[in-house]
Nanobody, 122 residues
Framework: QVQLVESGGGLVQAGDSLRLSCAAS????????MGWFCQAPGKEREFVAA???????YYADSVKGRFTVSRDNAKNTVYLQMNSLKPEDTAVYYC????????????????WGQGTQVTVSS
C-alpha cells in the first residue's frame, strides 16, 4: 500500500516562501507520476503541479512562475517550492500518486497524503 506524508506547511506572510515535502513509501516517486493539489475551505480540490517519472513538470496557471515541483528519487520524496506566496494560496496542500490519466484532475490520482496546511497572511 502506498503511503504519502506531507510536511512543511505553516503560517507565512505574503511574499514569503515555503518548501513542502511529500515522503512516499517504497519506490513510489520514481515509478509513478506525482501531483500536488490544494483545497481551501468550501472549495473543490484543485490541481497545483505534477511531475512525471521522466522529469516533465506541469503547473496550474495560478502558480506558474512561482511554484516549482521536483523530486529526489533516492529519498523517495517530492517537493513543492512555493515562492512569492499570496493570501489566495491559503489551503491544505495534498500530495498524490497517479498511475495514469490526465495529470490535472483529481480522478487520475489513486493515493493521497493527509495534507499540510499553508496559511498566507497579508
Amino acid at each position: 500500500q502506498v503511503q504519502l506524508v506531507e510536511s512543511g506547511g505553516g503560517l507565512v506572510q505574503a511574499g514569503d516562501s515555503l518548501r513542502l515535502s511529500c515522503a512516499a513509501s517504497g519506490r513510489t516517486v520514481s515509478t509513478y507520476r506525482m501531483g500536488w493539489f490544494c483545497q481551501a475551505p468550501g472549495k473543490e480540490r484543485e490541481f497545483v503541479a505534477a511531475i512525471r517519472t521522466g522529469g516533465s513538470t506541469y503547473y496550474a496557471d495560478s502558480v506558474k512562475g512561482r511554484f516549482t515541483v521536483s523530486r529526489d528519487n533516492a529519498k523517495n520524496t517530492v517537493y513543492l517550492q512555493m515562492n512569492s506566496l499570496k493570501p489566495e494560496d491559503t489551503a491544505v496542500y495534498y500530495c498524490a500518486v497517479s498511475r495514469g490519466g490526465s495529470y490535472n484532475v483529481v480522478t487520475s490520482y489513486d493515493y493521497w497524503g493527509q495534507g499540510t496546511q499553508v496559511t498566507v497572511s497579508s
